[in-house]
């Protein structure tokens, strides 16, 4: 059952369920929400009690107007963990920006996570796209979130990727509900991300995915990022940016091995 709790100064919609001695925190990406995780939930609560969330700003979780840091979102997942009186280490799972989130929860606070799952891990926006971020940025608050939805599916859910349509025309949808203001600020807060500088304090064991799809973040991107988590294993899957949407199976059958150790 979906419900809400405040938590680091905001409200967020959440659920808990599934089974198991251990929680697997699921982070989701811009753009989503907790629905995002519809397609690998029933293969993690097999094993698992699973949170999901909102992050601000999405969903059914609080809005905002304004600037938003990363140190906020961070501070929302440890938060919403406090709220709930969950004090055991989590695994947390995460994928596109929620990635980032995910990595910045067991960097920051390692005494929380026991491992670590991430695919297409964003960390921040190269000089020559942080131009791209704001014009995104702009774009969305100005003429909303339509303006934007057909170039970003075009890049993020290729076609090769929409053999269930179904799936597909169900999680545009969801995009197009988006609010565009926040979906701006987390677009300026990409630009303002270093998360490469904190890599090196992630201890846990990490399993970081590439997408042989993802034009955005590339499976080069992908193992990078894994190369500057000491004892990270990757591996490249055939998927998208929007991996655990579009093809729920293959996330899971890596994933969920992963966790169980």
């Known amino acids: 059952m979906k419900q809400w709790i405040e938590a680091n100064g905001v409200s967020l ?25 519809d397609g690998v939930l029933p293969a993690f609560q097999q094993h698992f009690r699973t949170l999901r969330y909102d992050q601000r700003g999405a ?24 709220a709930l009186g969950i004090t055991t280490p989590c695994h947390v799972v995460g994928f596109a920006l929620g990635s980032a989130f995910a990595m910045g929860l ?14 297409s891990p964003v960390t921040g926006a190269t000089a020559a796209r942080r ?8 774009t969305v608050e100005r003429e909303g979130m339509r303006s934007y939805v ?16 179904e799936r597909y025309e169900s999680y ?6 988006s609010d565009p203001y926040c979906y701006a600020a987390m677009n ?5 991300m270093e998360l490469e500088k904190e890599l090196g304090n992630i201890s846990c ?8 799809h993802d034009t955005q973040r590339p499976p080069a991107l992908a193992k990078s990022v894994a190369e500057q988590i000491k004892g990270s294993r990757f591996v490249e899957i055939e998927s998208g940016h929007f991996s655990a949407v579009q093809t729920p199976e293959i996330f899971a059958g890596q994933v969920v091995p992963f966790l169980r150790g």
């Open 13 to 37: 919609r959440y659920e808990l369920g599934g089974q198991g001695s251990q929680t697997v925190v699921l982070v989701h990406e811009m753009g989503g929400t907790l629905d995002s995780w």
């Open 59 to 82: 969903g059914f979780s609080e809005k905002f107007r304004g600037k938003l840091s990363f140190d906020d979102m961070v501070g929302d997942a440890q938060g919403l963990l406090d």
């Open 106 to 119: 067991a960097a920051r606070h390692p005494a929380r996570v026991s491992r670590l799952a991430v695919c």
């Open 131 to 138: 131009p791209l971020q704001t014009l995104r940025a702009d």
């Open 150 to 165: 057909v170039p970003s599916m075009d890049t993020a859910y290729p076609e090769v990727l929409r053999g269930n349509r």
């Open 172 to 177: 545009r949808a969801l995009w197009l509900a």
């Open 188 to 192: 300026r807060m990409i630009g303002d």
């Open 205 to 212: 064991p990490t399993l970081v995915m590439g997408a042989k």
